[in-house]
């Protein structure tokens, strides 16, 4: 089940946390993985451990809000079957403490590296007779997490675009779902824990994970899960759609 065998996949984000996870459960099931990160550290770490564990793939240095870098990179890989849109980053802030670089930063790579990255893929995966795309949005596009507004706002607008690929392009057999987690463990986290709470790690980390109604973050683990099954053929009848994966958060 869930096999990906003959598969080419993109994950932008791949270096880090959920899409290192989501790399390596790709490759695991088979699939050519092409791990996207502004990290060249990350992402060489992340293809040799995939290498260790049988699996293939290539690591790619791109800045996923650079439109040229992107069409570079989707020029060069050619073939593709899946598309995780993945990589995004978070500012903490009300709508008043939100300067206009924040908002430009956050909504370059959160929704113009989206938007890069669909640019240069439909039309592989069109060429290739269909294929699938997973976008990472976030439960704050639909609760509007407390002092994220340029987040929240970036994430709302993932949700909007997918839908509008999965319309577009569902005649061309392409599907394209996002996903929406409440907190997932990742270095994402925990670098929001030690710029905001120094020296206070390990209190903040448990008062997170109990802010859950779960009682815990979710793992990384769990959540690449859900968007191999959305990328499989398995899921062939799925498209337009959102998935939370909260532990509870949206409607507990
Ligand atoms: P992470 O910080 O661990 O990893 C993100 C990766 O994206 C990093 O390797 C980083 O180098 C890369 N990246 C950042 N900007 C980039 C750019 N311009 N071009 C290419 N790569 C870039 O983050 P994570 O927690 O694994 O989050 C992954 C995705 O999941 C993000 O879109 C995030 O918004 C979303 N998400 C995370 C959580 C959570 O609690 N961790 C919850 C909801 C949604």
Redesign the pocket.
């Known amino acids: 089940m869930f096999r990906l065998d003959e598969k080419t996949a993109v994950v932008?984000?791949g270096?880090?946390?959920?899409?290192k996870a989501v790399a390596q459960v790709f490759a695991a099931q088979g699939a050519f993985v092409h791990i996207?990160?502004?990290?060249v550290a990350?992402a060489t770490a992340c293809l040799h451990e995939l290498q260790q564990n049988g699996g293939k793939g290539m690591a790619h240095t791109?800045?996923?809000?650079d439109q040229q870098q992107v069409n570079v990179l989707f020029a060069k890989i050619g073939k593709l079957d899946i598309l995780v849109n993945?990589?995004?980053?978070?500012h903490v802030g009300n709508v008043e403490n939100t300067g206009e670089a924040d908002f430009d930063r956050v909504f370059n790579?959160n929704v113009k590296?989206v938007y890069n990255c669909l640019h240069a893929a439909v039309p592989l995966m069109k060429q290739n007779g269909g294929g699938a795309i997973l976008n990472?949005s976030?439960i704050a596009a639909v609760t509007g997490i407390a002092d994220r507004f340029a987040y929240s706002m970036s994430k709302g607008a993932v949700h909007a675009m997918s839908l509008s690929v999965a319309r577009d392009y569902i005649k061309d057999h392409i599907r394209s779902n996002t996903i929406s987690?409440?907190?997932?463990h990742?270095?994402?986290?925990d670098g929001f824990i030690t710029k905001n709470y120094p020296g206070r790690e390990a209190e903040m980390f448990d008062k997170l994970s109990k802010s859950q109604p779960i009682g815990r973050m979710g793992t990384v683990d769990e959540v690449a899960k859900l968007i191999l099954y959305l990328c499989s053929d398995e899921a062939a009848f799925i498209t337009g759609n959102d998935y939370s994966i909260d532990g509870g958060f949206i409607k507990l």
């Open positions: 932008t984000g270096g880090s946390g959920i899409g996207v990160d502004l990290s990350n791109c800045d996923v809000s993945n990589a995004g980053i978070a790579v590296g990472l976030s987690p409440a907190r997932v990742t270095p994402f986290v």
